[in-house]
């Protein structure tokens, strides 16, 4: 209906209702109707209006406020956005700097994830392994290059079907260039899997690296105490049923201590590594030498026909190893000593041929090194007796049962004692006195020397000090004391205890001290000559260069050794020697001391020959320091020598 | 069928429009609270329909043809040739009783050949919605359950229902018709166009509405309404209908009326639920449309009674006070249109708190606001 119409059907109505009933038209009341009527359009159109405005400015507030949550969503979002970009980053930065290779399938075997390191290893460029390539290909590809060996449909079903059962695949191959790669699939929930490819060529070597370590000297690299054993023990269980023989030598280097405390550690090490080398060239291919520890080798010499193929060795090792080392400049000259075990007549065991072959060892350095043993069955009990020696004389100094006794020097132009040598005596309260000859190199070898040393300088000082005041001590020095940074300070030590006067202490040094001739010898010796104390060269003329050494150092007294004394009046070559030295010891203003004077002859031929002093029997045993002091009394008379 | 409409008005009384068919079985009658509250309408209407149930209520103005008026009874008296009623009436004590009340009916009612049921309720002290899910619970959603909430202008003071006695307040009425000569049509529709943002009914106790995306729901109503309609109402809230959906079927939607306010709470009275987190947006009436509407639900009306009626045709038209607040003198447009619809002779009706009617989509019986809803009864031939 139109607008015109419903207005015109709107009046029909208004006049219908204004008619009267008498048919008249209320004219009052047919416009109150159309006024109402206005109105009433007026009131929906204000409706309308406000109803519109209320709604736009209501919109437009939801619009603002849909606009305000779309930029903070916005801003959300791209805060989010960056957020993941950064994290991305991140988890790209974390994959591609792995020292893994490392992949990421799907349920189909195809690639989700790779990351740089996988293309490295593999030498394989980006386009091989986009997301989406299937596992197989990449596989084919790496066939291809070299770096998959296989059948890569094989090996794929044998992957999927492996991973289905939920367990870790893991392989170890080995690329064309030797690079050993570990390679770990890792099944994920949903049927795809992680895989990692990680190089481990260096770790393996790491590994043998210490495999080997662990059975190899780190300095010669030879096998040490643990190959010995387990090739000893391989050999021993193969050679039992055959009834091979094998020969266990142990070596030892004699005075190697020496070497190392007197040219130190790098020349000791140098020393060991040439040994090695020579120890090396000695044997057979089948034969294994190793170092033990120290200065100690050994040597598994196998398929032997009898116990002299050893001794032939042992041989050869000892002229080998005694000729001359070269080491930074520094001649060195060392002896070894061998024992010898064979099995097996000596052992059938690791443990019991070792200790055998290290027995014999011991029992060739008793026998005065540079030589070889064989093991006996009774060396076991006299090891067992050094070995209680060893011990005793460490509680001998304990408990004060070593004693000094002293042998008078006589003055042959004085006629009277002017100096008395200090002998060390060991009283063992069961076994009674025991030489020095017995105890002394066990000493060294223990290294109780040198507090033994000490020992006797300081009773030696005290005991002189109660002689009469021209009356000097001599004291014994062995080389092992003048190596001893401490000496000194011991001297020095033992003169203000005992309130000694320097010149009255003579320090007796042997040849074998001046052959360690080092700066700190040397220094040591000055530095001892200066405090006022006199040195003395003692068994003078048994060494090899006895004179050249007289060169070396201005000594205030050489002592013949008793060998030369011996044998005069008849011998014409001691004679000889012992006026050569009178003679020299003159020219260099130096005393003479013959030792080992027991007859009247041999006394009236070195008073002949001008010797200083004698030292003997012929004159006075050595006596107890308690006996000396009554000896050196002034009012006792000297006993004349006719 | 046979059917006479008679009127009332204070001038002239009753007059019969035609002589009335005896005996009559059935009365259907709306008026003004002032013209029945006195009782003497029904005391005449009884005495001249004896042996008829007579069921009428307080409106907000009747329809009677194509005229609207504020001051008469319009009423209509029905003859069955081979249809048997039967009238129910209730008294609601508590509207918390609302639905119990609509089940009570519904089993008073319910049998075999039930083909229908006209029901008038109080406007203001009944659950409308309540009370059809009451009746329908019982009687089910295949047999149509028409009828409307008694009115009271706009001035929402007090409503009248009457079921073979004088119309008072807090009654509810029934007619049930039985038989398979009886063909009831009915059509509801609305022609209100929603406006404005889509809301939440974000607080809501029953049919009292407490908040709308969080802001007092009476707040948002008198912004709509502006200060010159803040003083009309709560009558005035009629203008702006809220249109409700069920976020879960969204297809299905109500349109749901004020029938209260109250300022203390700032909450707003429906006349049916209003249940939280429905959406609900508000509606606006353009006056044609709303014409368009009416004729959409006499079209429906109409098409129901089907092709084989014989005799006559009656239309009882309920139609949403809030229609007629908005459309004032131009309300005969609906009229008019609705009527042009139909085949039937006599129309009647009158302007609601709220209009019973099946849904248009879903079938349900349910309590619609807003809408010109007709019944449609005729009998088969």
């Given amino acids: 209906m139109n607008r015109r119409s419903i207005v015109d059907k709107l009046f029909a109505q208004q006049i219908a209702k204004a008619r009267t009933p008498s048919g008249e038209v209320d004219l009052e009341l047919l416009g109150s109707l159309v006024v109402a009527a206005y109105a009433e359009a007026e009131r929906d159109r204000r409706r309308n209006e406000h109803a519109i405005a209320m709604m736009v400015e209501e919109v437009d507030q939801l619009n603002r406020g849909l606009e305000k949550l779309v930029g903070q969503r916005t801003a959300e979002l791209k805060a989010r956005e960056a957020e993941l970009e950064e994290q991305n980053f991140r988890f790209d930065a974390a994959i591609n700097n792995m020292s893994q290779g490392l992949l990421m399938f799907d349920s189909e075997a195809r690639l989700v994830i790779c990351n740089r390191r996988y293309l490295e290893i593999y030498g394989l460029s980006p386009e091989h392994a986009c997301p989406g390539v299937a596992l197989v290909d990449m596989l084919k590809q790496r066939a291809a290059m070299g770096t998959f060996a296989g059948d890569p449909d094989e090996y794929l079903a044998f992957l999927v079907n492996s991973l289905a059962q939920g367990k870790n695949v893991t392989r170890v191959i080995e690329l064309p260039d030797a690079r050993i790669i570990s390679v770990v699939n890792h099944p994920m929930p949903g049927g795809g899997w992680v895989a990692t490819h990680e190089d481990i060529t260096e770790r393996r070597r790491a590994e043998q690296q210490i495999a080997h370590m662990a059975r190899h000297d780190a300095l010669t690299d030879l096998p040490n105490r643990v190959l010995l054993s387990e090739r000893l023990s391989e050999r021993l269980?193969?050679?039992?049923?055959?009834?091979?023989?094998?020969?266990?030598?142990?070596?030892?280097?004699?005075?190697?201590?020496?070497?190392?405390?007197?040219?130190?550690?790098?020349?000791?090490?140098?020393?060991?590594?040439?040994?090695?080398?020579?120890?090396?060239?000695?044997?057979?291919?089948?034969?294994?030498?190793?170092?033990?520890?120290?200065?100690?080798?050994?040597?598994?010499?196998?398929?032997?026909?009898?116990?002299?193929?050893?001794?032939?060795?042992?041989?050869?090792?000892?002229?080998?190893?005694?000729?001359?080392?070269?080491?930074?400049?520094?001649?060195?000259?060392?002896?070894?000593?061998?024992?010898?075990a064979i099995a097996p007549n000596d052992g059938v065991d690791v443990d019991e041929l070792l200790k055998n072959a290290d027995m014999a060892l011991y029992g060739a350095k008793a026998d005065g090194r540079g030589t070889y043993r064989f093991f006996e069955s009774d060396m076991d009990a006299r090891v067992k007796a050094r070995r209680t020696m060893e011990l005793a004389l460490r509680k001998a100094l304990e408990v004060g049962e070593f004693e000094l006794h002293y042998q008078p020097l006589l003055d042959l132009k004085q006629d009277r004692v002017t100096c008395c040598e200090a002998l060390l005596r060991w009283r063992h309260p069961e076994q009674g006195m025991i030489p020095p000859s017995e105890f002394i190199p066990v000493a060294e070898e223990i290294g109780l020397i040198v507090p033994l040393g000490e020992w006797v300088l300081r009773q030696a000082c005290l005991d002189a000090a109660g002689w009469p005041e021209d009356v000097h001590?001599?004291?014994?020095?062995?080389?092992?004391?003048?190596?001893?940074?401490?000496?000194?300070?011991?001297?020095?030590?033992a003169l203000a205890m005992s309130g000694l006067s320097a010149c009255r202490l003579e320090l007796e040094i042997t040849e074998a001290v001046l052959m360690q001739n080092t700066e700190t010898t040397m220094a040591t010796l000055h530095r001892l000559r200066e405090l006022g104390m006199r040195i003395s060269m003692d068994d003078f003329g048994t060494g090899y260069s006895s004179l050249s050494y007289l060169r070396s150092f201005p000594f205030d007294k050489i002592k013949i050794d008793r060998c030369f004394i011996s044998g005069l009046p008849d011998a014409d070559d001691s004679l000889a020697i012992v006026r050569a030295v009178t003679g020299l010891a003159g020219s260099l203003r130096m005393t003479t001391t013959a030792e080992g004077v027991e007859t009247q002859q041999q006394l009236e031929q070195v008073r002949l020959l001008g010797c200083t002093e004698i030292q003997g029997f012929v004159f006075s045993r050595p006596r107890p320091a308690a006996e000396i002091s009554a000896f050196l009394r002034p009012d006792r008379p000297i006993a004349r020598i006719a | 069928m046979r059917a006479s409409q008679l009127h009332w008005s204070g001038p002239a009384g009753w007059m019969d429009e035609n002589s009335h068919p005896q005996p009559v079985d059935l009365v259907l009658y709306f008026g003004t609270r002032a013209a029945l509250a006195c009782g003497a309408r029904y005391r005449e209407l009884r005495a001249m329909f004896p042996r008829a149930h007579l069921l009428g209520c307080s409106t907000g103005g009747q329809i009677r043809g194509t005229d609207v008026s504020d001051d008469e009874i319009a009423a209509v008296a029905l003859q069955f040739d081979a249809t048997r009623v039967k009238l129910v009436a209730h008294a609601v004590a508590d509207i918390g009783r609302s639905r119990a009340c609509g089940e009570d009916i519904g089993r008073s009612l319910v049998a075999d050949d039930l083909a229908g049921i006209f029901i008038l309720s109080d406007g203001l002290k009944v659950n409308g919605a309540q009370l059809v899910a009451g009746v329908a619970g019982i009687i089910g959603d295949d047999i149509p359950l028409t009828g409307g909430l008694a009115g009271d202008g706009a001035a929402f003071a007090e409503t009248l229902v009457g079921a073979d006695g004088a119309p008072q307040p807090g009654m509810v009425g029934a007619v049930g018709f039985y038989g398979k000569a009886i063909r009831i049509g009915h059509g509801s529709a609305g022609g209100w166009d929603p406006f404005g943002p889509r809301r939440r009914v974000t607080h809501a106790h029953g049919n009292i509405l407490l908040a709308l995306d969080g802001q007092p729901a009476l707040d948002l109503y008198e912004r709509y309404l502006g200060e010159e309609d803040i003083k009309g109402l709560p009558g005035t809230a009629l203008l702006f209908p809220l249109i409700i959906q069920d976020p879960e079927r969204p297809e299905h939607e109500v349109v749901r009326t004020i029938v209260g306010i109250n300022r203390d709470d700032r909450s707003l009275i429906f006349a049916g639920d209003v249940p939280e987190g429905w959406m609900a947006r508000l509606m606006r009436g353009n006056f044609d449309n709303l014409a368009a509407g009416a004729a959409e639900a006499a079209r429906q009306a109409d098409a129901g009674l089907g092709n084989d009626i014989a005799g006559d045709a009656v239309s009882v038209m309920v139609s949403c006070i809030g229609r007629r607040l908005l459309l004032g003198q131009r309300i005969t447009d609906e009229v008019e249109a609705a009527v042009n619809e139909m085949r039937a002779m006599t129309h009647l009706g009158f302007f609601s708190y709220g209009e019973i009617s099946p849904h248009a989509v879903s079938g349900c019986c349910e309590l619609h606001n807003q809408t010109m809803t007709v019944t449609a009864l005729s009998e088969a031939a």
């Fill in chain 1, 237 to 340: 269980t193969a050679g039992a049923h055959h009834g091979e023989m094998l020969a266990v030598l142990y070596l030892d280097l004699d005075h190697f201590k020496g070497v190392n405390d007197t040219l130190g550690h790098s020349v000791g090490d140098e020393l060991l590594k040439a040994i090695a080398d020579r120890l090396r060239s000695c044997a057979n291919d089948t034969d294994t030498v190793a170092r033990i520890g120290g200065d100690e080798f050994a040597i598994i010499q196998t398929n032997i026909e009898s116990p002299s193929e050893a001794a032939m060795l042992a041989r050869l090792i000892c002229d080998t190893i005694k000729a001359p080392y070269n080491l930074h400049g520094h001649v060195v000259i060392v002896d070894t000593s061998i024992g010898i």
């Fill in chain 1, 473 to 493: 001590v001599a004291v014994n020095l062995s080389p092992s004391q003048l190596i001893n940074q401490s000496l000194l300070p011991v001297v020095i030590n």
